[in-house]
């Protein structure tokens, strides 16, 4: 065999989605201060109302979603906010109407399920694919708390350190006022991931 040879030019695997040890670490190594609690499997917002009334500071609900041209976005907003979907896509520069990304696509680009979505998950977007979006109401509290990549525990970090965590990782995030539903038929309901 020829020693000199190239290797072959195939990409490289995917990178290995974090998991909540190595996240914890990384926050770590950033000196990004943070609180987690175990709890029972949540998968939507109303089945959060126990962890909120325990934990102070800002509850999330996260979007992930895609427009036609395959543009990424995840929205971060107060876990309660009525947001119009139909006219989302305006506030974030997408190219179109805004859907629900996929399951498939979730674990593709942000590594977790769905159920678990939150903005730490976009230390696994390696590739920057993900638009980041946080709702300006929200962005106001002094703390946020979200999932560190499962539904099984919330992480409580102050705002302006996971602000400037995400801009270290690449993903800092653009202030956003979410436009409020003209009617109950627009909004998107706390069942989303």
């Known amino acids: 065999m020829d020693d000199t040879a190239p290797l072959s030019s195939a990409p490289p695997p995917p990178a290995t989605p974090l998991d909540p040890p190595a996240l914890f670490a990384l926050l770590d190594r950033h000196g990004t201060p943070h609180r987690t609690v175990a709890h029972e499997a949540v998968f939507t917002v109303a089945q959060s109302q126990a962890i909120e009334r325990d934990l102070p500071g800002g509850h999330t609900k996260n979007l992930f979603l895609k427009d036609k041209k395959g543009s990424l976005f995840l929205v971060t907003a107060e876990a309660h906010a009525a947001v ?9 520069g997408a190219a179109s109407r805004l859907s629900f990304g996929s399951a498939d696509l979730l674990r593709e680009t942000l590594g977790v399920e769905p159920g678990s979505v939150t903005p ?18 929200l962005a106001a509290c002094d703390t946020i708390n979200v999932h560190p990549l499962v539904n099984t525990m919330t992480t ?16 800092p995030p653009t202030l956003v006022d979410l436009p409020a539903p003209p009617d109950a038929g627009a909004t998107v309901q706390a069942g989303a991931p």
């Open 156 to 171: 409580t970090i102050p705002t302006p350190a996971l602000v400037a965590f995400l801009a270290a990782i690449g993903h």
């Open 120 to 137: 730490l998950a976009l230390a696994n977007d390696r590739a920057g694919r993900v638009r980041f979006f946080l709702d300006r109401t």
């Open 84 to 92: 119009d979907l139909k006219r989302l896509h305006g506030p974030l």
